[in-house]
């Protein structure tokens, strides 16, 4: 059965036994579109707001408060969503962020009901790596394909300063696991700030390149609990390319990018491990945004649907989902969801306000 043959007829102007209003605008279309033709077919599903690390752009020190466990959607529960997205709306691609992932307990068991899915989705966890040594193998095991690791330096002093944890060694045992599993191509998200890290691109590509993995440079975003983030302290996309600059030589890539969040460049003189250019990728989220092509939805631990990364509004899945509306009420209210998505995240207006929740309460 193709996602053709799943669609929900939706009637113009009128209301389902939900209470969601159709738009009258809205096309008779199954799948997540948007006002600006845009459609999403990644899905980010937040599996909880914890985190064993206490990064210092992300968290104080002492933690956040964190989610009721009874507010949290279940195994079954995120499951059931994960299959409604696939089966439904023709989401193709599952990530699962946090907080960290890894400490969901069920992760092996959401993963195998995901990899079992027909059509089989592609799966992947963005983790800060320190549960992988363990568990890249179960992981593996279960049906994930890759994995995406944040790891902002590889000098255990500044690892401990920014995440205020000792475990550097611990996140390369896991990257090592992760490797060994077959979790590939792995990346590496790397957020550099001003007078901290941000003399260290050159030496992340370098070690990222010999390692086989795939540097990613992320512009530090608006997303954090003390909302401390200004503009004019962030290291920019222009200023990362010109430090990776100083010691390889890049070119843009070809390949078509699609909705991907990443601008990727050839790296001039490597390989990847199996064949092929070795490539690094940037994130201007702030200063290049690619909102025009934004291919994602995201699904926080508490059930709500955003359609942004920077959404100050969200839409309540959990509440219709526990109180037994069938998939077919679920996948009509997150069309409609979608269908008020706004055309940019924001962020060069006069009035942009943060998103109330941070980051590790959204999902990466």
Request: proline share 7%; net charge negative; with cysteine.
């Amino acid at each position: 059965m193709t996602i053709l043959d799943l669609g929900v007829p939706t009637v113009p102007g009128t209301s389902d036994t939900t209470g969601t209003t159709t738009p009258a605008d809205r096309p008779d279309d199954a799948r997540l579109t948007d006002r600006y033709g845009r459609v999403a077919t990644d899905l980010r599903v937040s599996l909880t707001d914890r985190c064993n690390l206490r990064c210092t752009y992300c968290m104080p020190a002492e933690g956040l408060d964190w989610m009721p466990t009874e507010e949290a959607l279940t195994d079954d529960e995120v499951v059931r969503l994960v299959r409604v997205a696939v089966e439904h709306l023709g989401v193709q691609e599952i990530r699962f962020t946090g907080g960290e992932p890894l400490l969901r307990r069920g992760l092996e068991d959401i993963v195998a009901a995901t990899a079992a899915l027909d059509p089989r989705p592609d799966t992947s966890v963005t983790t800060n790596g320190l549960g992988l040594t363990k568990r890249a193998g179960r992981l593996a095991a279960a049906g994930l394909d890759r994995v995406n690791v944040s790891l902002d330096t590889l000098r255990p002093e500044r690892f401990a300063e920014i995440t205020r944890r000792d475990r550097l060694g611990d996140v390369l045992d896991g990257l090592a696991a992760a490797r060994d599993a077959g979790l590939g191509p792995i990346k590496i998200n790397t957020v550099l700030m001003p007078g901290l890290n941000d003399d260290e691109a050159p030496d992340l590509l370098g070690w990222a390149l010999a390692e086989g993995y795939e540097l990613r440079i992320i512009e530090q975003m608006p997303l954090d609990a003390g909302h401390s983030w200004q503009r004019d302290r962030m290291i920019t996309a222009e200023q990362i390319l010109d430090s990776l600059r100083t010691r390889f030589s890049l070119r843009p890539d070809p390949a078509e990018r699609g909705g991907a969040p990443a601008e990727r460049f050839l790296v001039d003189g490597w390989e990847r491990p199996g064949g092929g250019p070795a490539r690094v990728g940037v994130i201007a989220s702030v200063t290049r945004p690619f909102c025009g092509t934004c291919d994602r939805t995201r699904l926080t631990a508490d059930g709500q649907v955003r359609t942004c990364l920077f959404a100050r509004s969200e839409n309540d899945l959990r509440s219709l989902l526990r109180g037994g509306g069938t998939d077919d009420e679920i996948a009509t209210a997150w069309r409609v969801a979608m269908w008020g998505k706004k055309p940019g995240h924001g962020i060069d207006d006069p009035g942009f306000l943060q998103p109330d929740r941070p980051m590790s309460a959204i999902g990466g």
